[in-house]
């Protein structure tokens, strides 16, 4: 594994600061300020449909009805698009681990193992080391987009990404002055978050924070279990939801060759785990497992869902394993150089959150095509609180811009250098203003992409499907 970082330890914070400063070099905060798509930029339907080549062909379909509903809906599958759009812009140098595809709805509250509510980024299918501003970049452009899909004026989206923008900025001149073990410990838990509701004096916000952290705390593996299964003759079964939800069964036809697959997936997943976890995974067994389509960007990618029992039919454990491909940013960071794409996801999980589902591991197994395809594994849903913007008027936006921005800075400072980094950003909003123009600007580019998947779809290049 190559752990991203930008300085030695045996540099000096005034040498590390230097680093950073010196970054205005090869990239200018005010370099960052537009986005003008270059005579030579690939066709977006192209790159898209290079990554559906990949994946399940007839739920590829799906994957295009999902992008064409809105263009923030779009923009959040297509991640290739933006890691090939910000690849040739001047970069800082400054590396972190990236999520890869930090948009807003990829932040939420999540339990931690000792059963706290904390925020965090959730999504890391494209993880990998890289310059500290494409993240930032694309969750700036994110609350654009979304300001946009709820008829903000353009000064109140404005207001949303210089926020997320100037908070990322401050938290890490903040993080820059903490030890090293006091970031790798800091973690923004639920009550945080309604104490800095309750600061801005917004009521609607600070009642919205409780009713979300109520709400996560009901979405456990048991009332999945509750909605995702029922009881047959042959015992509790995964209930089949097709498209979307199809058991195994319905899929294989030699039941000694489902249960050999599902061994072998078992098996080594159950390796990637810590001796006591691999006990505790011990205590179940598997009784049904059924594919699921799930997300926008992932619709297509192998994606099962594992049903274990422990003690009886209502001691259940719910899995997910997912299939991991190659990251989008991969083409444009020197190649990932990893043998198990599922591993890459995990480790770089491990580094930017800071409490990850203790059941998080990976695995390698021949798919039903018989092609060896690489896994991640997690817990189905374990207080899993989703921010739902659509409902949000531009004050919560601004605030969940606000928390998501230092968030994004918490995780980045774990693996990158936050001297440097707060170095270059500086104590003026030079950068904040400049990232406020390439939001809007991408904003209209997106908005550009979405209608050519739209003019794709017309003409019958590719084929779109409700679902």
């Known amino acids: 594994m190559t752990v991203p970082g930008s300085f030695s330890a045996s540099l000096s914070p005034a040498e590390r600061a230097a680093h950073g400063r010196k970054a205005r070099n090869r990239a200018p905060r005010s370099a960052h300020g537009w986005y003008e798509a270059a005579q ?27 992008m064409l509903e809105s263009p923030f809906r779009f923009y959040r599958g297509a991640a290739a698009v933006m890691a090939s759009d910000l690849a040739p812009l001047p970069g800082t ?44 970049k694309r969750l700036a452009a994110s609350f654009a987009i979304a300001g946009r899909a709820n008829g903000f004026s353009a000064a109140e989206q404005n207001d949303a990404v210089g926020t997320c923008v100037r908070t990322y900025r401050r938290r890490m001149r903040e993080l820059a002055g903490m030890r090293i073990l006091d970031i790798w410990y800091a973690q923004d838990d639920a009550d945080h978050l309604r104490e800095l ?10 009642r919205r924070a409780d009713e979300a952290a109520a709400r996560a705390r009901t979405r456990t593996h048991l009332q999945a279990f509750k909605k995702l299964t029922r009881v047959t003759a042959d015992g509790r079964r995964i209930t089949p939801d097709p498209p979307l939800i199809t058991p195994l069964r319905d899929l294989m036809e030699d039941p000694a060759t489902e249960e050999k697959a599902l061994h072998e997936v078992m098996d080594t997943y159950a390796r990637s785990l810590s001796s006591e976890r691999r006990h505790l995974l011990r205590r179940y067994h598997v009784v049904d497992v ?6 926008v960007g992932s619709v297509g990618t192998r994606c099962w869902i594992v049903l274990l029992l422990g003690r009886d039919d209502d001691d259940p454990l719910l899995l997910q394993a997912k299939e991991a491909q190659e990251s989008v940013l991969s083409p444009y960071s020197g190649g990932d150089r990893w043998e198990n794409q599922g591993r890459r996801v995990v480790a ?49 936006l601004r605030l ?48 550009q992409d979405h209608e050519a998947l739209g003019a794709a779809v017309r003409a019958g290049r590719v084929r779109a499907e409700s679902a």
């Open 348 to 396: 770089g999980q491990r580094l930017i959150q800071t409490t990850s589902d203790i059941l998080l591991g990976w695995t390698h197994a021949v798919g039903l095509d018989g092609r060896p395809r690489d896994f991640y594994v997690r817990q189905l849903r374990d207080w899993k609180g989703i921010a739902r913007p659509e409902t949000m008027d531009p004050g919560l």
């Open 40 to 66: 030579d930029r690939p066709d977006p339907v192209g790159l898209i449909e290079g990554q559906s080549a990949t994946r399940l062909s007839e739920m590829v379909p799906i994957r295009y009805g999902r």
């Open 197 to 206: 509701l309750a600061s801005s004096q917004n009521r609607e916000g600070a």
């Open 290 to 295: 059924a594919r699921k389509v799930v997300g």
């Open 400 to 447: 969940f811009a606000q928390v998501c921005g230092a968030c994004l800075a918490r995780a980045h400072a774990r693996s990158g250098d936050p001297i440097a980094i707060a170095a270059y950003l500086g104590g003026s909003d030079r950068f904040e203003r400049a990232l406020t123009l390439f939001a809007q600007s991408y904003a209209d580019q997106n908005e």
């Open 93 to 136: 140098g400054l590396t972190v681990q990236l999520c890869g595809d930090a948009h807003l709805l990829n932040f939420r509250l999540l339990a931690s193992p000792e059963r706290h509510l904390v925020f965090d980024i959730n999504d890391f299918d494209e993880t990998l080391p890289g310059p500290f501003e494409w993240d930032v």
